[in-house]
């Protein structure tokens, strides 16, 4: 079925630092949902990504979407101590019955 | 209701013993997800539900785990003869419409304990 692989795994930064997150996949996807779970809590829901090389910004936050809509990242500028968790993409899969997959997560830790 | 609300939040139990795990999805939401997160990992697909649909049971990682979906609302997940590797945090999710640009919303997950 559908995968969806998202890098890296880890990433430690100092805070002020910038952070990326890519997720991949090898088929075009229909469209992408990024989330955030902070440590000990459940993931929460940041944004969708519909349109091919569709950019969108929240505050230090900023989300892209490919051109062949197979790849998205999300970028963190000036990264935060608030900012630390473990940030999930999503994308459906028409052909799992509409079932949302999920990159592995890359785990930020940033240090004050 | 105000959010997805899952019970118990945290459960210890003995090696072999059966456990059950609720899920009380968002009124009227259509789609229903259980997840298993191991500690420090990412999330692991276990089973959806879709409407009426037939239920996707192909994360379901042994014969031992079976899920439940009642009228179309609660969800139970149960866990058989449970082991040590069952231990991890069961997320359920839900959301309005499957197979659309729809955002899933998570409880807060039940802590399993297995001794």
């Known amino acids: 079925g559908q995968q969806v692989m998202q890098i890296p795994q880890y990433q430690h930064v100092q805070e002020g630092e910038d952070f990326t997150t890519y997720c991949n996949s090898s088929?075009?996807?229909?469209?992408i949902q990024w989330y955030k779970q902070r440590p000990g809590g459940h993931p929460v829901f940041l944004i969708q990504?519909?349109?091919?090389?569709e950019v969108k910004k929240q505050k230090r936050l900023t989300f892209q979407f490919g051109e062949a809509k197979k790849n998205s990242s999300l970028h963190i500028t000036a990264t935060q101590t608030t900012d630390v968790g473990t940030y999930f993409c999503?994308?459906?899969?028409?052909?799992?019955?509409?079932?949302?997959?999920f990159g592995q997560g890359t785990e930020l830790s940033v240090k004050p | 209701g105000a959010g997805v609300s899952q019970s118990p939040s945290n459960k210890v139990t003995e090696k072999g013993k059966d456990v059950e795990l609720r899920c009380d999805p968002i009124?009227?939401?259509?789609?229903l997800y259980w997840y298993r997160q191991s500690l420090g990992q990412g999330l692991e697909f276990l089973i959806y539900?879709?409407?009426?649909?037939?239920?996707?049971k192909s994360g379901l990682p042994s014969d031992r785990f079976s899920a439940e979906r009642t009228g179309g609302s609660v969800s139970t997940l149960t866990i058989q003869r449970t082991q040590q590797e069952d231990s991890a945090v069961y997320l359920c999710?839900?959301?309005?419409?499957?197979?659309?640009?729809?955002?899933?919303?998570f409880g807060p997950g039940t802590r399993l304990t297995v001794l």
């Open positions: 088929t075009t996807l229909s469209n």
């Open positions: 990504l519909v349109k091919s090389g």
């Open positions: 009124s009227g939401h259509t789609a």
């Open positions: 539900f879709q409407g009426n649909s037939a239920p996707d």
């Open positions: 999710a839900s959301s309005l419409l499957a197979g659309v640009s729809d955002t899933q919303y």
């Open positions: 999503a994308a459906l899969s028409y052909n799992q019955g509409g079932k949302l997959i």
